[in-house]
């Protein structure tokens, strides 16, 4: 249990970071006319992923999951490939990859990276992350629970982003 909570923790310092570069991405965005949709939705997005890490802790060790190793070790797998396809995001989105919906006047749709073969990849790599970390250590209650509130969340987010994102698209298309 001792390398289940430091993975975890792990993951939420992974987060702290992904925070830190979402608020001078944000600031960069805001200093060039970006403008910010989905305000309303944003708290409860943090509070979900904050309560994924408290919940696969407290399951784990609460209700005494057992490691199981053939489905621990591919989870382990599952959530290393998330990691790595969020910042493959991060990097092809550099200064415009956010935890918010800001979008930068004139600037064209991002099309290369991961982009060029999934409209929303980041969200893959969260729902991916989401349903595997918490069965690392067999916490099946909170991978079910996530999975089917973020993807309730994914209901709201992915339209909000797709509507802010619409007038660069239409740019694109245009030129």
């Known amino acids: 249990m001792i390398w ?3 993975l975890v923790v792990a993951v939420a310092a992974e987060r702290l970071a992904e925070l830190a570069v979402a608020l001078r991405n944000a600031r960069w965005s805001l200093a060039r006319g970006g403008t910010e949709a989905g305000r309303g939705h944003y708290p409860v997005m943090v509070a979900l992923h904050t309560a ?19 489905l ?14 969020r910042w493959w995001c ?16 004139g600037l064209p749709l991002v099309t290369g990276g991961p982009y060029r073969w999934l409209r929303h990849p980041n969200y893959v790599a969260v729902a991916a992350e989401g349903a ?28 909000c ?13 245009g030129a």
Do not use: K, S
């Open 4 to 6: 289940y909570t430091a």
């Open 72 to 85: 621990g070790w591919t989870m382990v797998a599952v959530v290393a490939a998330a990691q790595g396809l």
């Open 90 to 105: 991060v990097r092809t989105l550099g200064r415009r990859w956010n935890t918010r919906v800001i979008v930068v006047p």
């Open 132 to 159: 595997a970390l918490p069965l690392v250590h067999g916490a099946w209650v909170t991978a079910v629970l996530f999975t089917v509130l973020n993807a309730a969340l994914m209901t709201v987010r992915i339209p």
């Open 52 to 70: 994924l890490l408290a919940a696969c802790l407290a399951e784990a060790w609460l209700a005494g999951r057992p490691f199981l190793p053939w």
């Open 161 to 173: 982003e797709d509507a802010a994102l619409a007038p660069l698209a239409r740019a694109d298309a």
